[in-house]
């Protein structure tokens, strides 16, 4: 079974440039969820779609970030612009059923530097 | 909402030691907990995990213990080895229907030859 697969792998960008990351969660999969990793810390959720609607956004800082996941597949996550603080690996995961369902499988993340 | 809190931030124990790494909640009707493993530059893989009505669940030599009245639960390595070291994560499924997973903070563990 193919993983998550994410894209791409590093990133670095200036402060107040615009940076989109994109993230094909395993075949099935009605559940996708974007974390944000900051060096040292646990994974924090930003955004989680059910198929292609928005379950939970409430830690997601709207003014700047923004996802999608159209035909409730392949999901895009952008920041504009972007703060030294978004230094982080974004993290794309997804689990099989409903909005209960357990498990959740990573992807590999994207590194993101903010200069 | 739901707070996670992980202890130790950072354990070093020796080849063939257990290790042992608590995490402590705060939202009672917590169901799931999950505890993940990240390896440096990798990413975080589910290692065990326990829904609310289980005590403890083992696999091999990883065992998870939960105490519900005291909101806690842990993870236990036994007969550790090098391949052990990692970042380790719990993780807590509050009581919303969302999914949603907290994370503590992560303890880093070194299993020395």
């Known amino acids: 079974e193919a993983g998550v697969a994410q894209s791409p792998r590093y990133k670095i960008i200036e402060k107040r440039q615009s940076v989109a990351f994109w993230c094909n969660p395993i075949s099935g999969h009605a559940t996708l969820y974007w974390y944000q990793q900051i060096l040292g810390q646990g994974p924090k959720l930003l955004i989680q779609?059910?198929?292609?609607?928005?379950?939970?956004d409430s830690q997601l800082p709207k003014d700047r970030f923004s996802a999608e996941r159209l035909k409730g597949v392949d999901s895009t996550l952008k920041i504009q612009p972007a703060k030294l603080e978004d230094s982080a690996v974004y993290l794309c995961?997804?689990?099989?059923?409903?909005?209960?369902?357990?498990?959740?499988?990573f992807g590999p993340g994207t590194r993101l530097t903010v200069l | 909402g739901e707070n996670v809190e992980q202890h130790p931030s950072t354990l070093s124990v020796q080849e063939g030691d257990s290790a042992v790494i608590k995490c402590t909640y705060s939202?009672?009707?917590?169901?799931?907990f999950p505890w993940y493993k990240q390896e440096l530059g990798k990413r975080p893989q589910l290692i065990i995990d326990i829904r609310s009505n289980v005590g403890e669940k083992k696999d091999q030599r990883i065992a998870v213990t939960l105490n519900k009245t005291a909101k806690h639960f842990s993870l236990h390595i036994t007969e550790t080895q090098p391949e052990d070291s990692a970042v380790y994560f719990c993780?807590?499924?509050?009581?919303?229907?969302?999914?949603?997973?907290?994370f503590g903070q992560g303890t880093t563990l070194q299993v020395k030859p």
């Open positions: 779609f059910q198929n292609n609607g928005v379950v939970d």
């Open positions: 939202d009672s009707a917590s169901n799931y």
């Open positions: 993780a807590v499924r509050g009581s919303g229907n969302t999914g949603k997973l907290i």
């Open positions: 995961a997804s689990s099989l059923g409903g909005v209960a369902s357990d498990t959740q499988y």
